[in-house]
């Protein structure tokens, strides 16, 4: 079963803008990952986070995350028409070992 | 570095045949993860390796799926026979060791017809 349900499913905004979206998990956790995929590839790791952070960065990007409400965000500042994907983030539990459980996703598409 | 190499990318054949995806994983990665994408039910885990060894298979939808590692380089996934409900993107993927980033080869597009 999916333990990872993203919010929204779809997002669409105008290059420039910031794209926020959510991931909420329903046990506890290892990591929460996230991935990027472009239409017909294969999944781009894009950042970890481990259960013990609150926050990390990576030069656009920047995931939150909070294990007392079983959630975590992923925002995108400065969007580019490049970074139209699907998001999906993945969790590994501490007794799932390395199955991911990833969630179902959202659709951003940033207009130019 | 060349990334994780599936075959083929697309597939198409009739139903009841055996239909065998290969991939070859980033050399010097421990863990080999084979996934199953679709609309209805979004990215699943079949099954995933450990140096060579299953280590979960729970996600095997039935026994007409079967993976083999022989090697560090190597693996396949077999379905036989196979059936309309096993169209998908197959995508396997690969990390250094458990817990580690997870690399995604482009994924393999099957239809049964």
């Known amino acids: 079963s999916q333990q990872g349900e993203e919010d929204p499913q779809a997002l669409s905004i105008q290059e420039g803008e910031n794209a926020t979206m959510n991931c909420s998990y329903k046990t506890s956790i290892n990591n929460l990952q996230w991935y990027r995929q472009n239409s017909g590839r294969g999944l781009v790791h894009l950042i970890l986070?481990?259960?013990?952070?609150r926050e990390k960065h990576s030069g656009r990007l920047r995931v939150t995350l909070d294990t007392s409400k079983k959630s975590s965000s992923l925002l995108i500042t400065a969007s580019r028409a490049a970074d139209t994907a699907s998001y999906f983030c993945a969790t590994d539990g501490e007794t799932s070992g390395s199955r991911l459980t990833f969630g179902e996703g959202t659709q951003l598409t940033v207009n130019p | 570095d060349a990334g994780v190499i599936q075959s083929p990318r697309h597939e198409v054949t009739e139903m009841g045949q055996e239909v065998t995806l290969r991939c070859k994983p980033i050399s010097g990665h421990n863990s080999l993860f084979w996934y199953r994408q679709t609309m209805m039910r979004g990215l699943e885990l079949l099954i995933y390796?450990?140096?060579?060894?299953?280590?979960?298979d729970s996600g095997m939808p039935e026994d007409r799926f079967s993976a083999k590692m022989p090697n560090a380089s190597f693996s396949t996934l077999k379905i036989q026979p196979s059936e309309p409900r096993d169209s998908a993107v197959y995508f396997c993927a690969s990390s250094p060791r458990q817990y580690q980033p997870q690399h995604f080869g482009d994924g393999t597009r099957l239809s049964i017809l």
């Open positions: 986070i481990r259960s013990n952070e």
């Open positions: 390796f450990n140096n060579n060894v299953p280590i979960d």
